[in-house]
Protein backbone atom coordinates (compact mmCIF):
# COMPACT_ATOMS: atom_id res chain seq x y z
CA UNK A 1 0.00 0.00 0.00
CA UNK A 2 1.25 3.32 -0.72
CA UNK A 3 1.83 6.08 1.32
CA UNK A 4 -0.72 8.73 1.88
CA UNK A 5 1.59 11.78 1.82
CA UNK A 6 4.53 12.42 0.09
CA UNK A 7 8.20 11.73 0.89
CA UNK A 8 8.82 15.45 1.89
CA UNK A 9 5.64 15.80 3.75
CA UNK A 10 6.70 12.45 5.75
CA UNK A 11 10.33 13.81 6.43
CA UNK A 12 8.57 16.63 7.77
CA UNK A 13 6.43 14.91 10.07
CA UNK A 14 9.43 12.85 11.31
CA UNK A 15 11.29 15.75 11.90
CA UNK A 16 8.73 16.67 14.45
CA UNK A 17 8.86 14.26 16.88
CA UNK A 18 10.92 15.37 19.54
CA UNK A 19 13.42 13.38 21.96
CA UNK A 20 13.58 15.27 25.15
CA UNK A 21 10.83 17.17 26.71
CA UNK A 22 8.05 14.82 25.56
CA UNK A 23 4.75 14.40 27.26
CA UNK A 24 5.48 11.77 29.27
CA UNK A 25 8.57 13.32 30.68
CA UNK A 26 7.06 16.78 31.39
CA UNK A 27 4.24 14.22 33.30
CA UNK A 28 6.89 12.87 35.53
CA UNK A 29 9.01 15.78 36.47
CA UNK A 30 5.74 17.89 37.03
CA UNK A 31 4.46 15.00 39.55
CA UNK A 32 8.32 14.10 41.07
CA UNK A 33 8.21 18.03 41.63
CA UNK A 34 5.00 18.16 43.01
CA UNK A 35 5.88 15.74 45.50
CA UNK A 36 8.66 18.28 46.61
CA UNK A 37 11.63 16.15 44.80
CA UNK A 38 14.63 17.93 43.14
CA UNK A 39 15.58 17.27 40.24
CA UNK A 40 18.04 18.20 37.22
CA UNK A 41 17.08 17.52 33.43
CA UNK A 42 19.46 16.14 30.73
CA UNK A 43 22.23 16.24 33.01
CA UNK A 44 25.23 16.35 30.14
CA UNK A 45 27.94 15.49 32.32
CA UNK A 46 26.51 11.96 32.88
CA UNK A 47 26.30 9.11 30.58
CA UNK A 48 23.48 8.47 28.61
CA UNK A 49 22.28 12.03 29.30
CA UNK A 50 19.49 10.51 31.29
CA UNK A 51 15.80 12.47 31.35
CA UNK A 52 16.04 13.10 35.14
CA UNK A 53 18.33 13.18 37.27
CA UNK A 54 18.20 13.38 41.23
CA UNK A 55 21.58 13.61 42.75
CA UNK A 56 20.54 13.89 46.37
CA UNK A 57 19.19 9.99 45.95
CA UNK A 58 21.74 9.43 43.61
CA UNK A 59 18.47 7.79 41.06
CA UNK A 60 18.03 8.51 37.64
CA UNK A 61 14.53 8.35 35.46
CA UNK A 62 14.72 7.41 32.19
CA UNK A 63 11.76 8.43 30.59
CA UNK A 64 11.38 5.48 27.38
CA UNK A 65 8.58 5.75 24.91
CA UNK A 66 7.08 2.03 23.74
CA UNK A 67 7.49 2.74 20.40
CA UNK A 68 11.09 3.93 20.04
CA UNK A 69 12.33 2.01 22.61
CA UNK A 70 10.51 -1.36 21.65
CA UNK A 71 8.31 -1.92 24.85
CA UNK A 72 7.88 -5.90 24.64
CA UNK A 73 3.96 -7.35 25.30
CA UNK A 74 2.90 -3.51 25.58
CA UNK A 75 0.12 -2.77 23.64
CA UNK A 76 1.48 1.12 22.68
CA UNK A 77 4.38 -1.10 20.68
CA UNK A 78 3.85 -2.52 16.83
CA UNK A 79 6.43 -3.24 14.74
CA UNK A 80 5.54 -1.45 11.40
CA UNK A 81 3.92 -3.93 8.40
CA UNK A 82 6.72 -2.05 5.91
CA UNK A 83 10.29 -2.02 5.83
CA UNK A 84 10.09 -4.39 8.53
CA UNK A 85 13.94 -5.58 8.93
CA UNK A 86 14.71 -1.91 8.69
CA UNK A 87 12.29 -1.18 11.34
CA UNK A 88 13.62 -4.44 13.67
CA UNK A 89 17.20 -3.34 13.20
CA UNK A 90 16.89 0.04 14.47
CA UNK A 91 14.76 -0.69 17.14
CA UNK A 92 17.31 -2.96 18.33
CA UNK A 93 20.11 -1.01 18.19
CA UNK A 94 18.17 1.52 20.34
CA UNK A 95 17.33 -1.26 22.90
CA UNK A 96 20.76 -2.20 22.92
CA UNK A 97 22.11 1.21 23.65
CA UNK A 98 19.69 1.64 26.39
CA UNK A 99 20.86 -1.59 27.90
CA UNK A 100 24.51 -0.17 27.70
CA UNK A 101 24.13 3.45 28.83
CA UNK A 102 21.79 1.80 31.68
CA UNK A 103 24.84 -0.45 33.03
CA UNK A 104 27.31 2.47 32.21
CA UNK A 105 25.20 4.87 34.98
CA UNK A 106 24.78 2.03 37.63
CA UNK A 107 28.88 1.13 36.73
CA UNK A 108 28.89 4.88 37.70
CA UNK A 109 27.36 4.47 40.98
CA UNK A 110 23.67 5.75 39.97
CA UNK A 111 20.42 4.00 40.29
CA UNK A 112 18.55 3.33 37.59
CA UNK A 113 14.46 3.62 36.91
CA UNK A 114 12.86 3.49 34.33
CA UNK A 115 8.97 4.12 33.48
CA UNK A 116 7.38 3.38 30.27
CA UNK A 117 4.92 5.81 28.42
CA UNK A 118 2.27 3.00 28.72
CA UNK A 119 2.31 3.34 32.31
CA UNK A 120 1.97 6.92 32.08
CA UNK A 121 -2.19 6.42 30.56
CA UNK A 122 -4.45 7.33 33.63
CA UNK A 123 -5.10 4.10 34.62
CA UNK A 124 -1.67 2.85 35.75
CA UNK A 125 -0.38 6.51 36.08
CA UNK A 126 -0.95 7.20 40.55
CA UNK A 127 0.44 3.58 40.76
CA UNK A 128 3.41 4.43 38.82
CA UNK A 129 4.37 7.37 39.63
CA UNK A 130 4.14 6.43 43.82
CA UNK A 131 6.15 3.42 42.59
CA UNK A 132 8.62 5.74 41.33
CA UNK A 133 8.71 8.13 44.53
CA UNK A 134 8.98 5.34 47.14
CA UNK A 135 11.85 3.51 44.75
CA UNK A 136 13.42 7.04 44.78
CA UNK A 137 13.11 8.04 48.14
CA UNK A 138 13.40 4.50 50.24
CA UNK A 139 16.66 2.83 48.14
CA UNK A 140 16.35 0.12 51.08
CA UNK A 141 12.87 -0.67 49.85
CA UNK A 142 12.23 -3.92 47.36
CA UNK A 143 10.86 -1.75 44.23
CA UNK A 144 12.59 -3.26 40.79
CA UNK A 145 14.33 -0.65 39.67
CA UNK A 146 14.31 -1.02 35.96
CA UNK A 147 12.54 -3.66 33.41
CA UNK A 148 15.63 -3.45 30.98
CA UNK A 149 16.40 -6.87 31.70
CA UNK A 150 14.99 -8.15 28.59
CA UNK A 151 16.62 -10.32 26.00
CA UNK A 152 17.99 -8.19 23.25
CA UNK A 153 18.63 -11.00 20.52
CA UNK A 154 15.95 -10.80 18.53
CA UNK A 155 16.41 -7.45 17.17
CA UNK A 156 20.19 -7.76 15.57
Not at 148 to 156: C, E, H, R
Request: hydrophobic residues 35%; aromatic residues 10%.
Amino acid sequence: MADKISPQRRSFNMSRIRSRNTRPEVTVRKWLHSQGLRFRVHCQTLPARPDIVLPRFRAVVLVHGCFWHAHEDCCCFKIPASRTEWWLRKLGRNKARDWQQQRELELAGWRVFVVWECELKSARRAETLEKLRDGITQPDNDVPLCDLQADYSGYN
